[in-house]
């Protein structure tokens, strides 16, 4: 069966400070990826997307970035982290129906 | 803008009530999927109604689609307390494959 693998489940970060999100996927090949965020008591947001290795589109200019190392592997990045990066940030796989399997999320503070 | 947007934004029932929640969006899709999400949690897939589907039916669930008003209706039969929950319409919009776009979400809660 797959499963998908979020960490860190929490993060407090200060202003300025770098950002490493990481997202696995097992049990399948060839995944779509995404990473979500979901400000308090709203929806998700799309950020990034990936169709495979090395490919991915931005959904919103922000100071995020996003890399797909090896086939089920997404990562969530930022050179220096702003107070609006603040959030629950949710990774997510599909295949075929495009339903989507989300991992635990992580929140990000920044303070 | 979001393309979904759930209302209301919140209810409030009793064990053994029904819950029903609305779904309205503005483009043309492919389907219109249902997640809920307990707090602090990833959301999790409840069900998925394709755009030529009108009404589908899961254990306790009821999704209704009516494309000419571009609107779905989530429908929790006999609820107990462990739906309490937000729960989310997503949209597969037609030239957008594979990227899903939510509504802010209808949060409900069930009361012993």
């Known amino acids: 069966s797959q499963t998908i693998h979020q960490w860190p489940a929490t993060l407090v970060q200060p202003v300025g400070s770098p950002l490493s999100l990481e997202c696995t996927v097992e049990?399948?090949?060839?995944?779509?990826l995404y990473w979500y965020r979901q400000a308090a008591g709203r929806g998700l947001q799309l950020l990034f997307y990936?169709?495979?290795?090395?490919?991915i589109s931005s959904e919103v200019p922000q100071n995020l970035s996003a890399s797909r190392p090896q086939d089920r592997q997404f990562i969530l990045s930022s050179k220096k982290l702003l107070l609006s990066d603040s959030g629950f940030y949710l990774c997510?796989?599909?295949?075929?129906?495009?339903?989507?399997?989300f991992g635990a999320g992580s929140r990000l503070t920044v303070l | 803008s979001q393309q979904g947007e759930e209302d209301p934004q919140a209810l409030s029932i009793q064990e053994g009530e029904n819950a029903t929640m609305n779904c309205s969006y503005k483009?043309?899709?492919?389907?219109l999927q249902w997640y809920r999400q307990n707090s602090g949690r990833g959301l999790v897939h409840l069900i998925l109604?394709?755009?030529?589907?009108r009404e589908k039916h899961s254990g306790r669930l009821r999704v209704t689609l009516d494309t000419s008003k571009k609107s779905s209706s989530l429908l929790i039969t006999a609820s107990r307390a462990a739906d309490t929950a937000s729960y989310f319409c997503?949209?597969?919009?037609?030239?957008?494959?594979?990227?899903?776009?939510f509504g802010a979400g209808t949060q409900v809660v069930v009361t012993p």
């Open positions: 990936s169709v495979g290795i090395g490919q």
């Open positions: 109604i394709r755009s030529n589907e």
């Open positions: 997510a796989w599909s295949k075929g129906a495009n339903v989507l399997t």
């Open positions: 483009t043309s899709i492919n389907n």
């Open positions: 997503a949209t597969d919009v037609s030239d957008s494959w594979g990227k899903l776009q």
């Open positions: 049990g399948t090949s060839n995944p779509n």
